[in-house]
């Protein structure tokens, strides 16, 4: 059985468009809880099976609205490797720059 999804949209150049699939999800969706984490705007980690009725949401207005996605499955939960507490920005080191 499956641990989580992946769920990726992908963001169209008309802005309103998005604006508009984001206002018609259900509200679950936008708020962070035990069974979903808003990664980006865009991107949603789903535990199931809990968060199966905000999946078929994403699936439903994605589709109505014409927006591409993409689902990554897990069978384990995710494993996250460590990062940086604080990332700070990598100084450009490209010709013409010091």
């Known amino acids: 059985m499956l641990h989580s999804i992946?769920?990726?949209?992908?963001i169209p150049n008309d802005r309103n468009q998005w604006?508009?699939?984001?206002?018609?999800l259900d509200q679950r969706a936008h708020a962070p809880s035990d069974a979903i984490d808003l990664l980006a705007e865009n991107v949603w980690l789903?535990?199931?099976?809990?968060?199966?009725?905000?999946?078929g949401d994403l699936i439903?207005?994605?589709t109505q609205f014409g927006i591409a996605y993409r689902i990554l499955p897990f069978d384990g939960e995710p494993q996250w490797l460590p990062?940086?507490?604080s990332p700070r920005?990598?100084?450009?080191?490209g010709?013409?720059?010091q």
Request: glycine letters at 6%; charged letters at 10%; aromatic letters at 2%.
């Open 6 to 10: 992946l769920f990726v949209a992908t």
């Open 19 to 24: 604006q508009t699939v984001l206002n018609n």
């Open 46 to 55: 789903l535990r199931l099976p809990p968060a199966l009725p905000a999946l």
């Open 60 to 62: 439903s207005r994605c």
């Open 83 to 85: 990062g940086d507490p």
């Open 89 to 93: 920005p990598t100084p450009a080191t």
């Open 95 to 97: 010709p013409g720059q």
